[in-house]
């Protein structure tokens, strides 16, 4: 019974709130991390997107060839996000 009872001070010491917290924040990053690395391929298409507009909208006017390319790029983020969940392209 002793022998109980000191086990669970000995356990008490590695199992306190401040151990919990600190092991759901690993649990938190590495979750954050495997969702990083699974949208990667989208974060690098809205990118893409982003300087693509900046180029079209450079001179204050958006030519027609300049519309297909940004709607090309829009296509493709739209093909990325599909991607994520169903593996068609």
């Given at each position: 019974?002793?022998?109980?009872?000191?086990?669970?001070?000995?356990?008490?010491?590695?199992?306190?709130?401040?151990?919990?917290?600190?092991?759901?924040?690993?649990?938190?990053?590495?979750?954050a991390?495997?969702?990083?690395?699974?949208?990667?391929?989208?974060?690098?298409?809205?990118?893409?997107?982003?300087?693509?507009?900046?180029?079209?909208?450079?001179?204050?006017?958006?030519?027609?060839?300049?519309k297909?390319?940004?709607?090309?790029?829009?296509?493709?983020?739209?093909?990325?996000?599909?991607?994520?969940?169903?593996k068609?392209?």
């Amino acid at each position: 019974m002793i022998e109980n009872i000191q086990m669970a001070g000995f356990m008490s010491d590695y199992f306190s709130w401040s151990n919990g917290f600190y092991l759901l924040g690993l649990i938190l990053a590495g979750v954050a991390t495997l969702m990083a690395s699974r949208y990667k391929n989208v974060m690098k298409e809205i990118g893409d997107v982003a300087k693509v507009l900046e180029e079209a909208y450079a001179d204050k006017k958006v030519t027609n060839a300049e519309k297909k390319k940004i709607m090309k790029e829009v296509l493709d983020v739209l093909k990325s996000v599909i991607n994520l969940k169903w593996k068609i392209f």
